[in-house]
C-alpha cells in the first residue's frame, strides 16, 4: 500500500495550496480518506475527513478555507487550501482507514506546507 502526498511548498499569508493524494494497493473507494497536520512540538491533528459516503467533516480551524475532495477513478483524495495563515505551517499528512476493519489504516510521508511571508 502506498499513498504518496504531493502539493506541499512555501507560500504566503493569504495564499492557496493544493494537497494531492494518490494512493495504490487499496481497493480506494471502501476506504475512508483524511488529512492530519503535525506542527512542531504539537499533536497530530484531522484536519479535513471525507468517507467513502457521507459527508465531509473538518477542524474548527480550517473551515470555510479549506475543502477536501476524492476521485475514486484516480484513486486521489485531494486538500485545497485558501486564505492560509501562519499557524495552518505544518507536515500534511494523508490517511487511508477502513471503517469498522482494524488494522486497515494507512499513512503517507507527508509533505511540509509552510506559511510565511
Known amino acids: 500500500v502506498q499513498l504518496v502526498e504531493s502539493g506541499g511548498g512555501l507560500v504566503q499569508p493569504g495564499g492557496s495550496l493544493r494537497l494531492s493524494c494518490a494512493a495504490s494497493?487499496?481497493?480506494?473507494?471502501?476506504?475512508?480518506m483524511g488529512w492530519y497536520r503535525q506542527a512542531p512540538g504539537k499533536q497530530r491533528e484531522l484536519v479535513a475527513h471525507?468517507?467513502?459516503?457521507?459527508?465531509?467533516t473538518y477542524a474548527d480551524s480550517v473551515k470555510d478555507r479549506f475543502t477536501i475532495s476524492r476521485d475514486n477513478v484516480k484513486n486521489t483524495v485531494y486538500l485545497q487550501m485558501t486564505s492560509l495563515k501562519p499557524e495552518d505551517t505544518a507536515v500534511y499528512y494523508c490517511?487511508?482507514?477502513?471503517?469498522?476493519?482494524?488494522?486497515?489504516?494507512?499513512w503517507g510521508q507527508g509533505t511540509q506546507v509552510t506559511v510565511s511571508s
Open positions: 490517511n487511508a482507514d477502513r471503517p469498522y476493519y482494524q488494522g486497515f489504516t494507512y
Open positions: 494497493g487499496i481497493i480506494f473507494d471502501i476506504y475512508d
Open positions: 471525507i468517507p467513502r459516503v457521507g459527508r465531509t
